[in-house]
Each structure stands twice: as C-alpha cells, then as structure tokens.
C-alpha cells in the first residue's frame, strides 16, 4: 500500500516522509530443521509465499550470523525491499553501531534498534539519548526506534523519543507497549518531523491508525498477512466500520500467537495456512496436544479456520 487517499475521516499524514514506512511488516518467523539449525530453504519458500501480498517489506530473522546467507537467497531480492532488520538487546553502543553497519552492507534498508536494557537501572533518559544519538549519527541507514517493555522491562521515555525524532536520520519508533494514549502522543508531539509511529502488534493496529501511526510490525502478519494489509488498507480509506469489524476477528488470534503461546504457538499456526513452521529451538517448548486444539479453536472461533 503506497500511499493514504483522503476519505472521510482517514487519518493519513499531510507530507510524504523521506522513507515511507506506511504499511504492515510482518516480523518473520526463523525456520529450523528438526536438529534447530536454520533452514534457509523453507526461509525461502515462506518468501516465495509471501511475495503475493502487499506488505511494505519484510522483517528479516535478527541472527547475526545468518544475515549474508538471507540476503543472498534469491527470493529475497524482492520479497527483502524496505527491511528493517531487528538487533538483539546489546548493552553496548559500540556493538550496536558495529552490527548497524553489517546489516547496511548485509542489504538491510533500515535498522530497527531495540532499547538496551541489560543494565536497566543505568537507562536513563539521558543515556537512551545518547545511545540512540550515536547509533543514529553511525549508522549508513535510517534508524528505527523499537520500545517492547514486555521483553526488555524498559519503555523508551517519551522525553527521548521526542528529542530522538529530531535527529535526521532516525526516522520512526515501533512501539509494542500497546499504550494507545502513549502512541498518539508521540504522533502529536512529533508531527512537525519526518518521523513515523508504528504499532507492534495486530490487536491495536486499528486503534493505533486512528491515532496517526504509520503501519503495523505484526507477528500475526506471519499468518494472516492479507487481511492484516486488508485491515491497513480500510483505515487509509476512512473505511473504518469495516475496519472495526475485521480489527476484532484478529485479536484473540493475535493474543493466541504472542501472549498466549508465543512463537510456538505462531509457528503451529503458520502450518495452517501453508508456510513452514517448524520446530522453535530450545528453550522454547513445543505445544502440547490440549494447547494445539485451543490454538485451532480460537482461528476457527473467528472465522479464519
């Protein structure tokens, strides 16, 4: 989806940002073989199936090591477009702007930069600004903010958010807190800069367009990704009854695949609708047979099963 018209009451920005990151990403499941190494031949395939629908670009798997192996497979050279690459929470600015710099050569588009938070009591506002400043000055690539408190126990202040939008070559935050409030505010606060506000989770995407956020970071995207741009598409019409109504069908799915189940749970469901799932590797556990049919019931419950 390219571009917003203006309908009704459509929320669509009055510029066109210097990278336009409008649209649902989905954040891509890593496949492994059944002895946990990553399997670049379904990654493949699972591309391949995604290359139909209109997302804005694709989340590439955060390992370090397996990125030149990912940008070389060939149907990443269309299906990779406009991808954020996510980093592990590193502690160090150095690493950060280090693994920045990889990923530019790697063919990565933009960098989604998540909080550090292993010394989560040295985080000041002060420190996340000049982290993200450093980053941000470093970096051969535009730079994403990503806030997700559930994973890391810090949400990026939004003192530091404000002043980070400022910087000319970060460009936007993905923001998972789920803070509706929070997520309008920085849209507010940031309206005069070329910055971008993204939902990271498909059961507030809605709730966050009607806000002024962007586009969506959507694991769900994994699953249901047509009805997820579906869904982005209505709020850039103003189609916002229609929007409501598909917006409530994904949101128990969504809860099942993150909170409830988490990536076991998203990688059994991406078996239902033809993508490779596959094993997670451990720690991670797969579900068991009660949770697999509580899983199908809640996809059937709604209408996608």
């Known amino acids: 989806v390219d571009g917003p018209e203006k309908a009704g009451l459509s929320w669509e920005q009055s510029y066109l940002p210097s990278f336009n990151l409008g649209g ?5 499941a890593t496949p492994f073989s059944p002895t946990q190494e990553v399997d670049y031949a379904q990654l493949e395939g699972n591309l391949r199936r995604y290359a139909s629908i209109p997302f804005r670009g694709k989340h590439c798997p955060p390992s370090f090591s397996m990125q030149a192996p990912v940008r070389s497979l060939p149907a990443t050279e269309a299906a990779c477009r406009h991808t954020p690459h996510p980093f592990a929470p590193s502690p160090a600015t150095q690493a950060t702007i280090e693994l920045t710099v990889s990923m530019a050569e790697a063919g990565a588009d933009v960098a989604l930069v998540v909080t550090p938070c292993y010394y989560r009591g040295a985080m000041t506002t002060a420190a996340l600004i000049h982290h993200y400043t450093e980053v941000g000055d470093a970096s051969p690539i535009p730079v994403v903010l990503y806030s997700v408190p559930a994973n890391t126990g810090l949400d990026l202040p939004m003192e530091a958010v404000i002043t980070l939008a400022q910087h000319p070559n970060i460009i936007g935050i993905k923001d998972s807190g789920g803070d509706i409030t929070r997520m309008g505010l920085m849209v507010h606060k940031t309206r005069q800069e070329d910055f971008q506000v993204l939902a990271g989770s498909a059961s507030f995407l809605l709730a966050s367009y009607a806000v002024g956020a962007s586009g969506g970071v959507c694991a769900l995207a994994n699953v249901l990704g047509d ?3 579906q869904l982005d598409h209505l709020c850039r019409k103003g189609q916002w009854q229609e929007a409501r109504d598909l917006q409530h069908r994904l949101i128990e799915p969504n809860m099942a695949v993150t909170r409830r189940f988490g990536i076991p749970g998203l990688k059994k469901a991406m ?17 068991s047979p009660a949770q697999v049919e509580e899983l ?7 209408g996608w099963l």
């Not at 649902?24 to 891509?28: A, D, E, Q, S």
């Not at 596959?278 to 579900?287: D, I, M, N, V």
């Not at 199908?296 to 709604?302: C, L």
Request: proline letters at 19%.
């Open 24 to 28: 649902i990403f989905p954040p891509l």
């Open 227 to 229: 009805p997820l741009c």
């Open 271 to 287: 078996e239902w609708f033809g993508y490779y799932g596959g094993p997670c590797r451990a720690p991670l556990a797969p579900l």
């Open 296 to 302: 199908r019931s809640t996809f059937s419950a709604n």
